[in-house]
């Protein structure tokens, strides 16, 4: 009986741990968060997902934060709109705390504090996290970023005001 017990308790571990691994899988988490900046119901799932996340990986831990910025799009309460923010900041803090020179998490911090009103005080790394996408994007394929993702990097800061011509020009000559 004793033997059973314990393989029983390995095994229900061990599936706890792998469905966390495959829960939170970059290539799903980025697919997810794609999707969840286009439509609110999208939004309400990534967010009730990455709110689950209680560990310290650090690129997880920036798609917790914009999962965070993503149901401030979605809520109409100016309160709640503005604790999402804060919440997805101090997440983004930790993130890049842990590993400030990955692109991914600069990346997704870009694509939130870009759009927050300025007067809010909550845009205050957008130059940093410009600087270290465009070394990385220059880089590739030698900055570790996928080339899937670097496309979507790439493609992203192209459009509208996200960049000056000059950096649009060396952006459109990055072979990806």
């Known amino acids: 009986m004793r033997k059973l017990l314990l393989i ?5 571990t061990g599936l706890a741990f792998g469905n966390n691994l495959n829960t939170y899988n970059l290539p799903e988490l980025r697919k997810k968060y794609l999707a969840a900046s286009q439509d609110s119901e999208e939004g ?54 842990l590993d400030n020179q990955n692109p991914e998490i600069h990346f997704l911090r870009f694509t939130v504090e870009h759009y927050v009103p300025r007067y809010l ?3 205050n790394h957008v130059a940093e996290d410009k600087k270290i996408i465009m070394q990385s994007l ?39």
Not at 61 to 70: C, F, N, R, W
Not at 153 to 169: A, I, N, S, V, Y
């Open 44 to 97: 309400k799932s990534f967010y009730a997902l990455m709110s689950s996340y209680k560990e310290k990986e650090p690129v997880v831990m920036a798609y917790k934060a914009v999962s965070e910025a993503t149901m401030a799009k979605y809520v109409w309460n100016p309160y709640q709109k503005l604790k999402h923010l804060k919440q997805s900041a101090a997440i983004f803090d930790e993130a890049v705390q």
């Open 138 to 176: 220059k880089a590739h394929p030698n900055s570790g970023i996928s080339p899937e993702w670097a496309r979507t990097m790439r493609d992203f800061m192209l459009t509208k005001d996200h960049c000056t011509e000059e950096e649009k020009k060396v952006l459109r000559n990055v072979n990806i």
């Open 121 to 123: 005080n909550l845009s």
């Open 8 to 12: 029983f308790l390995f095994c229900a």
